[in-house]
T-cell receptor, first 116, second 113 residues
Framework: AQSVTQLDSQVPVFEEAPVELRCNYS??????LFWYVQYPNQGLQLLLK??????LVKGINGFEAEFNKSQTSFHLRKPSVHISDTAEYFC??????????????FGQGTELSVKP | ETGVTQSPTHLIKTRGQQVTLRCSSQ?????VSWYQQALGQGPQFIFQ???????GRGNFPPRFSGLQFPNYSSELNVNALELDDSALYLC????????????FGPGTRLTVT
């Protein structure tokens, strides 16, 4: 079984400051890793994903994340945030499977609040 | 290209009633997954359908059931509604394949009173 822990439920930050949203996972099998963003009253949008290869993954809107296998972490970072980045962010894992896209296991979410 | 759509947007039901939620997949996608997102929580996997067959199920009771149609649209049915069923229900479609990205719809907000 897999589980995901997002270490911060809320992260307040000022505009143009850097931000890191922390995510740790637990799994007995190899997993794929994802970060999703959810704006108010909307569904989830994929920010980035780690499938294999380079441990530093770049996504949309200037976000990036680094996979650390030894620490079982997948922290999300952005060097300079904008007001428009205010949203809920979810880290998720999916176990490697041969056939159809595996089910996603989500963390509890981190509310990023960017203040002017 | 049409994205994932869900209907209705909101609905209110009474405890003990039954409800049907609908999802239209993104064009070309043949796999649909359903998630329940309670207030302040991350989404939880309910089940997945591929080519009209259930293909994996999360820790939800049998009163949660689903269907997938030949055009790959899908329904989520919940019988004997309980207060704890109040949540945002998200549908995600994807193309079969273990590296396939899931595309989410905007969700249906269900309130059980």
């Amino acid at each position: 079984a897999q589980s995901v822990t997002q270490l911060d439920s809320q992260v307040p930050v000022f505009e143009e400051a850097p931000v890191e949203l922390r995510c740790n996972y637990s799994s007995s099998v190899s997993v794929y890793l994802f970060w999703y963003v959810q704006y108010p009253n909307q569904g989830l949008q994929l920010l980035l994903k780690y499938l294999s290869g380079s441990t530093l993954v770049k996504g949309i809107n200037g976000f990036e994340a680094e996979f650390n296998k030894s620490q079982t972490s997948f922290h999300l970072r952005k060097p300079s945030v904008h007001i428009s980045d205010t949203a809920e962010y979810f880290c998720a894992v999916s176990a490697h499977r041969y056939n159809q896209g595996g089910k996603l296991i989500f963390g509890q979410g981190t509310e990023l609040s960017v203040k002017p | 290209e049409t994205g994932v759509t869900q209907s209705p947007t909101h609905l209110i039901k009474t405890r003990g009633q039954q409800v049907t939620l609908r999802c239209s997949s993104q064009s070309g996608h043949n796999t649909v997954s359903w998630y329940q997102q309670a207030l302040g929580q991350g989404p939880q996997f309910i089940f997945q359908y591929y080519r009209e067959e259930e293909n994996g199920r999360g820790n939800f009771p049998p009163r949660f059931s689903g269907l997938q149609f030949p055009n790959y649209s899908s329904e989520l049915n919940v019988n004997a509604l309980e207060l704890d069923d109040s949540a945002l229900y998200l549908c995600a479609s994807s193309l079969a394949g273990y590296l396939s990205e899931q595309y989410f719809g905007p969700g249906t907000r269900l309130t059980v009173t």
